[in-house]
């Protein structure tokens, strides 16, 4: 009989992935701007940008802040970036999960 792949063993597999591509090729993704910002630019508008509330955050501008190293700098927040996604979906689905079990009517299969 084939062995059967458990969810837990699929979705650590998939996390694997995750955090090994957003390592390795999140630092070769293009430093030229793209959608709004390329928009901006364009129409000649750019220069009235805001700062964002976030833009001291540890990890604005898709880089680790006090890394000096800026494909490590860009690696490492592809992994932070994975791994908190990762939790708070994985936490979501928990709390789903447990709601329904506890609010499904007697007899339910």
Same mark, same amino acid.
């Given at each position: 009989?084939?062995?059967?792949?458990?969810?837990?063993?699929?979705?650590?597999?998939?996390?694997?992935?995750?955090?090994?591509?957003?390592?390795?090729?999140?630092p070769q993704a293009s430093?030229?701007?793209?959608?709004?910002?390329?928009?901006?630019?364009?129409?000649?508008?750019?220069?009235?940008?805001?700062?964002?509330?976030?833009?001291?955050?540890?990890? %604005? $501008?898709?880089?680790?802040?006090? *890394?000096?190293?800026? =494909?490590?700098? &860009?690696?490492?927040? @592809?992994l932070i970036g994975v791994?908190?996604?990762?939790?708070? %979906? $994985?936490?979501?689905?928990?709390? *789903?999960?447990?709601? =329904?079990?506890? &609010?499904?009517?007697? @007899?339910?299969?």
């Open positions: 009989m084939k062995p059967r792949m458990t969810l837990g063993i699929f979705v650590a597999a998939a996390l694997a992935v995750a955090l090994a591509l957003a390592f390795f090729v999140s430093s030229q701007p793209d959608g709004l910002n390329r928009v901006a630019i364009d129409k000649g508008f750019a220069d009235n940008e805001t700062p964002h509330a976030l833009d001291d955050g540890p990890t %604005a $501008g898709y880089a680790v802040k006090g *890394v000096d190293n800026q =494909r490590l700098a &860009t690696g490492l927040a @592809g791994t908190v996604t990762f939790a708070v %979906a $994985g936490s979501l689905f928990l709390v *789903v999960r447990q709601t =329904r079990r506890t &609010t499904e009517p007697m @007899g339910t299969v």
